[in-house]
């Protein structure tokens, strides 16, 4: 015996409303700060980076200084010790490529030769606390 449910009626539950909390005009959130990239951070590491792709070596502008080692998703800081310069397509290989591991590893080498012990994985990750 089997019973069919789509002649029922069943009463759907009373609709609650939610308040949204409204965005405060001009503030960003904690992590949205922390995690994007200012201006002056972009251009200081263009000159750290001899204002080139550090791949190709391929001269690059000032936005281009705009890549994270750790990436904003994985809660990656917009720091310096964090952020390197890449041109279009070397950002896209290092992101998704064939040789992704073997670039992104690069990129952490070429970090650790500019800042020596003062560069710290742990330092380059968004904590709350």
């Known amino acids: 015996m089997s019973i069919d ?6 009463p759907k539950p009373p609709k609650t409303e939610k308040k949204k909390r409204k965005p405060i005009k001009g503030k ?4 949205t700060k922390a995690t994007e990239i200012k201006t002056s951070i972009k251009k200081e590491v263009w000159k750290r980076d001899n204002k080139k792709c550090i791949f190709c070596g391929k001269y ?5 200084a705009c890549c994270h080692y750790i990436k904003r ?3 990656g800081r917009g720091i310096a010790k964090n952020i390197f310069t890449a041109c279009d ?7 998704e490529g064939r040789n992704s591991n073997v670039m992104t590893e690069y990129v952490k080498n070429y970090l650790k030769s500019i800042y020596k012990e003062d560069w710290n994985e742990e330092e380059l990750i968004y904590s709350k606390y």
């Open 60 to 64: 690059v502008e000032w936005n281009y």
């Open 5 to 10: 449910y789509s002649k029922m009626a069943f």
């Open 73 to 75: 998703s994985a809660l």
């Open 89 to 95: 397509d070397c950002h896209k290989e290092q992101e």
């Open 28 to 31: 960003k959130h904690r992590l």
